[in-house]
C-alpha cells in the first residue's frame, strides 16, 4: 500500500546521481539551452561525495532513504473545479464513507486480533501440555535431555518458519512495529509500512514467534497490524493483488491515509490492551501533529468498535457469548481492592526511579546488541539462525531453572494450567516450571493475582535475571513480537520480589503490603524505564487493570521512571528509529536555535521548473534528481549587471504530478486530445506512482511544452531567508510539510528545506549536560 | 368518574386479596417459632462442636454429617412454617443488620461447602444423606489397604517405598481419577487423607526421582556454547561494511566554491 522507490530521497536529501552516467546528459541539456547553465553548475556541485565514512550502527547518521508523506493538500486548479462541480453533497457522502471506513477499521483489528489470540492459545496449550506431561514422564527415568530437545525442538521449529518468513519475504515485520508505526505517523514514508504482505507477515509471525516461546508479547505487533488495515480498508484496492473495489477513491491521499492509520494504530491498541481510550492517547502521543477533534472523536469510536468486537467474538469463543469480559487481549485481570496510603507514595517513586535505571540498563544492552547486529549480523540466514538459537537459549533457561530450583507448591491452591512435578512430592507442583510452562502473558496475570507467599524470593530473582537478559536479547531479532508483556514480566517479578522483601521487614502491614499493588508498580516502572511514554501508558495500564484510584502513583511512577531513564540514554523505540537514520520530528523544536537561519538550513541552489516548460527538460530534470518537489518560477531576469537572477516563485509541483502529467501526455500541444482530466488522475496512480524510466517519452514529446500552472500548488507554504530553525521546525511539525521553499525579499526562491535539514538538528541531553547535535547524512544506512 | 372506578375496583381487589389470605391460614397447623428456633440453635452449637473437635486432622464430613443435616433441615423448616405474626424465619431476619440467625447459619452452610463435603456423600433426590459416596468409599477401603502394608511388622522406613508402592500408586491414581471428574473440588476429608499421605510417601520416597542427569546437563551446556560460538564467529566472518557521508550544498558553501 505504500509506495516509491525507496531509495528516492526528496529535495534537500541530495546527492543521489552518479556524474559518470549522466555526464553526456548534462552536456546535452546545457548545448541546448544557456538558461540552464546555472541550473547545471549546481548539479555537478551536487554530485560531490565525501570521502567521510561512518561505522555502521552510530545514532547520530540519518538515512537518505526516508522521504516525507504528502500532508499537505495541492490546492491546484483541478481541485478547485472537483469542489464547485460536487459541491456540498460530495462531502457529505465523503464525511459518511469516514465513519464507515473508521468503523471497518475497528472490526477488522478486532478480528485479526482474535485470529492471532486464539491461534496462539490453541497452539501453546498442545505445546505446554505435551511437555508438562513428558517431564514427569522422562523425570523418573532419568532421561530428561527427552524432553529438553522437544522443548528445544517445541521452540525452534516455530520460530525458524517465523524467522524465516520475516527476513526472507518481509524485513519492516521484524519487531514489535510500534517504531515503524511511529514514523508513519509522524509523516515519514516508512518503505512497505503498511502493505498487505506485511500485515500476513506480521501475524503468522508473531503467533509463531509466542508459540515458539520466545520473551515477547503479541501487543505492539498487534498495533502495527492495526495501522495497516487502516491503510489497507482506507483505499479501497490493493496494488498487491491488482484489485480494486471502486470505493473509497477520495481517500487515496497521504493525507487521508496517515489519519486512517492513526485510528487504526489506536484500534490495535485498543484490541491489544482493552484500552480504547489508551489507543487514542497513544497515536495522540505518538503521531498525530496537533489535536484534531474529528479525527480524535473517530479515533476513539474505531477503538472503541475495536474493543467491542474483540469482547463479542473472544467472550463467544470461551463458551460465554454475551458476557463482555474479554475486552483485550492482554487482560491483566480485575485486582481485588487494594488501596495506598499517602506516605506510600515517596516509596513509589523510588520504586520508579528503579525502573528507570534498570529500563536504561535494558536500553543500553540491547543498543549494544543492536548495533553487533546491524554490524555483524546482515546476512538472511545469519538472522534465521540468530532467533532459532535463542529461542532455544530461552528453553535452557527456562529448563535449566526448573532442574536446578525446587520451588514446590502444593496443588489446586492456585490456578496453575499444566502443573508439573519435576522433583516436587506427589500433589505438588514445580512453581517455575508453571511460570515457563505457559504463555508469557498469563505469567504476567499470575505473578499480579496469585495470592501471597505463592512465589518465594529465590525463584523470583533468578526470573528476574534471567527474564531480564532473555528479553533483551530477542528484542531485535528478525522475529515480529513486541516487548511489552516480557517488559512487564520482569518488572513483575521484581516488583513482587519488593513486596516480599517488605513483608520480611514489617511482618504486621500485609493489608498495605499487596504483592499484585507492588507487581503492578514494578511493572509500570520497568515498562516506564525501557519505552518512555507517559500519557497513554498510564491510560493504558489503568484501563487494563480497572483501578482507576491508582492514577496517581501510576503517574509519581512513571514520572520517576522516565526522568530516571531520560538521565541516561533514550527509550528504546527512539534508540531504534535513531540507528534506523530515520529522520524524526520531536514535539519541540531543539532549544538555543533561534540565531539558525533558513539561509543556514536550506539547501542552496535549487532545481526549478518554468511555469510553461519543455518535456524534454522536465524528463533530463527527472531522470538526473532524484527530488520529489520542484519550486515553479517565473523565467529569470537578468539584473543590471546582467547576471540571472532567481526565479519568482509561483508554485510548487511534486514528481509524482509530473510522472502523471508525462504519462498521460497532457501537452499543450496535444490538448484537444486530452480526456477528462480531474484531480482524480492523480488519485487513481497512488500509492505507487510508475518511475520515470517505466514512462515512455518520444522524441517528438520532447519538443512539446507542458502549461504546469493548473497542476502545481500555486501557494506552497514559503518563508523569507531569515526566518528561525525553531519556526520552521514548527511549521513542519504542525501542518506536516514535505517542501518548504526559502524565497529571498523579492519571492524569488533562494532554498528549500526538508524534513531531514530540520531533523539534521538534533538535542541531545543525558547526564546532565544538552546540546544541539548536527547529524550526517548517509545513503546507505 | 374514572377515579371513582379505580376506587372500587381496588377495593374489590383488597377485599379478595384478604379473603384468600385468612383462608390459607386457617388451614396452617398451628406452630410455635420460638421452639423452632431453638432446636435450629442447637443444632448449630452442635454442628460447631463437632466441626471443631474433627479439625485436625480434617475429619469433618465425615463426623459432622448429621449435625450439618440438622441444621439444614431446622432452618428449612423455619423458612416453611408460618405461626399468626406470619413465616417463623421473618421474625429472625432481615429486621437489623447484625443478622445474628442468618451470620450463624451461613457460617455453618459455608464451612460444609467449601469443605466439598456433599461429595463425601450420596445425594437423593437433590437432599444430602448420611450414605458414603461409592467414590468415598473406595477411596476408603485403597487406603486401608495402603495402611494395613505400612503397619505390616517387616516393612521399616527404607523397604517401604518397594513393598508398598502398588497400594501407594493405586490410591494415587484413584485419587488423581476423581480429582479430575470433580473439577470443582474433592471432598476435603478425601484431599487432607492424601495430603497426609503423599506427604508421608513423598518425604520417603521422592529422592528416587532425582537421578544422574548427565545428559541433560550436556546438552544445556553444548547448546549454550553454541550460541556463545555463533556471535563470536558472526563478528570473525563478516566484512566491514563503511557508508559514505553524503555532503551538504548550503548556500555558504556557494561562495567557497564560486571563488574557488
Not at chain 1, 537478559?469 to 528478525?478: K, N, P, Q, R, V
Not at chain 1, 512539446?704 to 493548473?710: E, G, N, Q, S
Amino acid at each position: 500500500m505504500n509506495s516509491n522507490t525507496p531509495d528516492i530521497p526528496e529535495h534537500g536529501g541530495d546527492v543521489i546521481f552518479s556524474v559518470n552516467g549522466t555526464s553526456s546528459d548534462l552536456e546535452e541539456l546545457s548545448n541546448g539551452s544557456l538558461d540552464y547553465s546555472n541550473l547545471l553548475a549546481s548539479l555537478r556541485k551536487r554530485t560531490i561525495v565525501s570521502d567521510e565514512v561512518v561505522e555502521p550502527g552510530t545514532l547520530n547518521v540519518l538515512s537518505a532513504k526516508y522521504e516525507s508523506l504528502d500532508y499537505d493538500t495541492c490546492e491546484n486548479h483541478l481541485l478547485l473545479d472537483e469542489e464547485r462541480k460536487k459541491g456540498t453533497r460530495c462531502l457529505i457522502k465523503k464525511n459518511l464513507q469516514r465513519w464507515l471506513v473508521f468503523l471497518l477499521i475497528g472490526v477488522c483489528t478486532a478480528l485479526i486480533a482474535c485470529a492471532i489470540d486464539i491461534s496462539i492459545e490453541q497452539l501453546s496449550e498442545i505445546k505446554y501440555a505435551t511437555l508438562s506431561k513428558c517431564v514427569d514422564k522422562f523425570i523418573v527415568e532419568g532421561k530428561l535431555y527427552i524432553p529438553y530437545f522437544m522443548y528445544v525442538c517445541f521452540n525452534i521449529v516455530p520460530v525458524f518458519i517465523g524467522a524465516s518468513l520475516v527476513a526472507f519475504v518481509e524485513p519492516i515485520a521484524a519487531g514489535s512495529g510500534i517504531p515503524q508505526v511511529k514514523c508513519y505517523l509522524n509523516g515519514v514514508k516508512v518503505p512497505q509500512v503498511v502493505r498487505i504482505k506485511t500485515l500476513v507477515v506480521k501475524s503468522v509471525g508473531v503467533v509463531l514467534s509466542v508459540v515458539g516461546g520466545l520473551a515477547g508479547g503479541k501487543e505492539g505487533p498487534m498495533i502495527h497490524s492495526g495501522a495497516v488495515v487502516a491503510a489497507g480498508i482506507s483505499q479501497g484496492k490493493s496494488t498487491t493483488f491488482n484489485v480494486d473495489f471502486s470505493i473509497f477513491k477520495h481517500f487515496r491521499e497521504d493525507h487521508e491515509k496517515r489519519d486512517f492509520v492513526s485510528g487504526g494504530a489506536a484500534a490495535g491498541v485498543s484490541a491489544a490492551f482493552g484500552a480504547p481510550v489508551g489507543g487514542v492517547l497513544f497515536s495522540l502521543e505518538e503521531g498525530t501533529s496537533f489535536w484534531n477533534q474529528s479525527l480524535t472523536w473517530r479515533t476513539f469510536f474505531a477503538s472503541v468498535i475495536s474493543t467491542f468486537t474483540l469482547n463479542v467474538v473472544l467472550s463467544t469463543y470461551h463458551g460465554v457469548p454475551g458476557n463482555l469480559n474479554y475486552p483485550g487481549l492482554l487482560n491483566l485481570g480485575q485486582f481485588e481492592k487494594f488501596s495506598y496510603q499517602i506516605y506510600e507514595l515517596p516509596f513509589f517513586i523510588l520504586l520508579g526511579s528503579f525502573g528507570g535505571l534498570l529500563g536504561a540498563l535494558w536500553n543500553f544492552l540491547n543498543y549494544k546488541l543492536s548495533v553487533w547486529r546491524i554490524r555483524y549480523i546482515r546476512n538472511k540466514w545469519l538472522k534465521v539462525t540468530e532467533a532459532c538459537l535463542i529461542a532455544a537459549i530461552t528453553a535452557t533457561a527456562g529448563f535449566l531453572m526448573m532442574f536446578l530450583i525446587d520451588d514446590c507448591k502444593p496443588l489446586g491452591q492456585d490456578p496453575t494450567k499444566f502443573p508439573t512435578q519435576m522433583y516436587c512430592g506427589d500433589g505438588e507442583y514445580n512453581v517455575l516450571a508453571s511460570i515457563w510452562f505457559q504463555t508469557p502473558e498469563a505469567s504476567v496475570r499470575s505473578l499480579f493475582h496469585d495470592p501471597p507467599n505463592t512465589h518465594n524470593a529465590l525463584s523470583l530473582s533468578v526470573f528476574v535475571v534471567v527474564y531480564f537478559l532473555l528479553s533483551c536479547a530477542t528484542f531485535g531479532l528478525a522475529c515480529s513480537i513486541g516487548l511489552f508483556i516480557p517488559t512487564l514480566l520482569t518488572g513483575a517479578a521484581w516488583g513482587r520480589l519488593v513486596a516480599v522483601g517488605l513483608l520480611q521487614l514489617f511482618p504486621n502491614a500485609t493489608a498495605l503490603v499487596h504483592p499484585g499493588k507492588y507487581a503492578l508498580i514494578g511493572a509500570a516502572a520497568q515498562l516506564g524505564g525501557v519505552v518512555r511514554m507517559t500519557i497513554s501508558l498510564t491510560v493504558i495500564i489503568m484501563e487494563t487493570t480497572g483501578n482507576i484510584s491508582f492514577a496517581l502513583p501510576l503517574i509519581l511512577t512513571l514520572i520517576a521512571a522516565k526522568w530516571t531513564g531520560d538521565f541516561f540514554n533514550e527509550g528504546i523505540y527512539d534508540t531504534h528509529i535513531q540507528l534506523n537514520g530515520v529522520p524524526l520530528l520531536p514535539w519541540e523544536p531543539p532549544p538555543f536555535v533561534h540565531n539558525v537561519y533558513a539561509s543556514e538550513v536550506m539547501s542552496h541552489p535549487v532545481v526549478t521548473l518554468r511555469t510553461i516548460d519543455k518535456v524534454g527538460h522536465i524528463v533530463e530534470l527527472l531522470h538526473l534528481t532524484t527530488y520529489n518537489g520542484f519550486p515553479v518560477v517565473d523565467p529569470p531576469v537578468r539584473d543590471e549587471h546582467g547576471r540571472p537572477t532567481y526565479g519568482r516563485l509561483r508554485g510548487l509541483i511534486l514528481r509524482s504530478q509530473l510522472i502523471v502529467i508525462l504519462q498521460r501526455r497532457l501537452f499543450n500541444e496535444t490538448c484537444d486530445s486530452w480526456e477528462n482530466v480531474s484531480s482524480s488522475i492523480f488519485r487513481d496512480e497512488y500509492p505507487r506512482y510508475p518511475t520515470i524510466d517505466e514512462v515512455f517519452i518520444s522524441n517528438e514529446d520532447k519538443m512539446y511544452t507542458v502549461d504546469l500552472r493548473p497542476f502545481m500548488n500555486p501557494s506552497p507554504y514559503s518563508v523569507l531567508h531569515s526566518t528561525s530553525l525553531s519556526r520552521m521546525f514548527r511549521l513542519f511539525r504542525a501542518l506536516g510539510l514535505r517542501h518548504l521553499p526559502i524565497v529571498n525579499d523579492s519571492n524569488e526562491v533562494v532554498g528549500m528545506v526538508t524534513r531531514k535539514d530540520l531533523a539534521r538538528y538534533r538535542v541531545c541531553r543525558h547526564q546532565g549536560k544538552m546540546y544541539v547535535d548536527e547529524l550526517l547524512i548517509s545513503k546507505e544506512l | 368518574m374514572v377515579i371513582v372506578m379505580m376506587k372500587l375496583l381496588l377495593i374489590c381487589f383488597i377485599i379478595v386479596v384478604s379473603v384468600c389470605f385468612t383462608s390459607t391460614e386457617v388451614n396452617e397447623a398451628k406452630v410455635n417459632c420460638t421452639e423452632l428456633n431453638n432446636n435450629l440453635a442447637n443444632a448449630i452449637a452442635s454442628f460447631s462442636k463437632c466441626a471443631i473437635t474433627y479439625s485436625r486432622p480434617i475429619k469433618l464430613c465425615e463426623q459432622c454429617v448429621n449435625e450439618y443435616i440438622d441444621v439444614s433441615n431446622g432452618y428449612q423448616n423455619m423458612s416453611a412454617s408460618k405461626d399468626e405474626d406470619g413465616v417463623c424465619l421473618d421474625g429472625y431476619i432481615h429486621l437489623d443488620n447484625l443478622e445474628i440467625l442468618e451470620t450463624l447459619y451461613g457460617n455453618a452452610n459455608e464451612l460444609w461447602n467449601r469443605a466439598n463435603c456433599d461429595k463425601c456423600f450420596q445425594m437423593d433426590n437433590g437432599t444430602l444423606t448420611n450414605v458414603s459416596s461409592v467414590e468415598t468409599t473406595t477411596f476408603n477401603v485403597l487406603f486401608t489397604n495402603l495402611t494395613d502394608c505400612i503397619k505390616q511388622p517387616d516393612v521399616n522406613a527404607t523397604t517401604v517405598c518397594q513393598n508398598c508402592a502398588k497400594q501407594y500408586n493405586e490410591l494415587n491414581k484413584f485419587y488423581i481419577a476423581i480429582s479430575y471428574e470433580n473439577r470443582g473440588g474433592v471432598c476435603m476429608d478425601v484431599v487432607d487423607v492424601m495430603n497426609g499421605t503423599r506427604g508421608y510417601w513423598s518425604s520417603n520416597c521422592c529422592k528416587f526421582r532425582h537421578r544422574n542427569e548427565l545428559g541433560f546437563i550436556i546438552s544445556t551446556v553444548f547448546i549454550s556454547l553454541l550460541t556463545i560460538l555463533f556471535y563470536i564467529l558472526t563478528k570473525v566472518c563478516s566484512q566491514k561494511r563503511a557508508p559514505v557521508i553524503l555532503k551538504q550544498t548550503r548556500f555558504s558553501g556557494s561562495f567557497c566554491n564560486s571563488a574557488s
